[in-house]
Every structure is written in structure tokens, then in C-alpha cells.
């Protein structure tokens, strides 16, 4: 059975740093691609970042290039997103997801439950 568990979502100030974890079992990294995303009130869920299976490759959003970084622990089956100089905007609930293969773009086949991140003063 596959599962991916997030955790580490917060309640931050501005500016703030948040580590979330997802744990994952059931598949391996060495053949799923992780994908990190996001879903804010009113809004569309969109991707921020993701981590191929392959070559350990990552891909980010924009909006988060120069304050996350993504990362995975292959023996730990953990895959992590290292939130740093948090802004209000990042407010959302944070999914993270896995697909097979090294291409990251595309439908996911799991997702978790997601943790609440809140950047708020």
C-alpha cells in the first residue's frame, strides 16, 4: 500500500523558516518523482517544486526560486521542502505527491493529506 504522510506545516511569522517532511511508503525514490504542492483559499492548487527520480534533478516555481529547496533522503524514504524567508503569499495547504518515472510534469499517482502552512504576523 502506498502512502505519502506530510508533516511540519506551522503557524510562521513573515520572514519565518519551515522544514516539512513527506514520508513515503509503499514505492521507491529511485523510481517516483516527488512533487511538492500547494493549494491557498479560493485558490487552484499549483506545483512548487519537484525532484526527479533518476538524478535527484529539481524543478522549481518561480515564486519560490531562491528561498525553497528541495531534497530527499532515498535510505530515510523521505523527501523534504526547506521553506526559507516565508511571505503571507505562501500561505496554503501543502501537498506532496508522487508520479513514476523521471519526468516530473504530468499527473501524480499519490498524493497525501497535505499540512497546513500559515505565514502570519
Known amino acids: 500500500q502506498v502512502r505519502l504522510v506530510e508533516s511540519g506545516g506551522d503557524l510562521v511569522q513573515p520572514g519565518g523558516s519551515l522544514r516539512l517532511s513527506c514520508a513515503v511508503s509503499g514505492l521507491s525514490l529511485n523510481e517516483y518523482s516527488i512533487g511538492w504542492f500547494r493549494q491557498a483559499p479560493g485558490k487552484e492548487r499549483e506545483g512548487v517544486s519537484c525532484i526527479s527520480s533518476s538524478d535527484g534533478s529539481t524543478y522549481y516555481e518561480d515564486a519560490v526560486k531562491g528561498r525553497f529547496t528541495i531534497s530527499r533522503d532515498i535510505a530515510k524514504s523521505t523527501v523534504y521542502l526547506q521553506m526559507n524567508s516565508l511571505e503571507p503569499e505562501d500561505t496554503a495547504v501543502y501537498y506532496c505527491?508522487?508520479?513514476?518515472?523521471?519526468?516530473?510534469?504530468?499527473?501524480?499517482?499519490?498524493w497525501g493529506q497535505g499540512t497546513q502552512v500559515t505565514v502570519s504576523s
Open positions: 505527491a508522487a508520479k513514476y518515472g523521471s519526468d516530473w510534469s504530468g499527473s501524480y499517482d499519490y
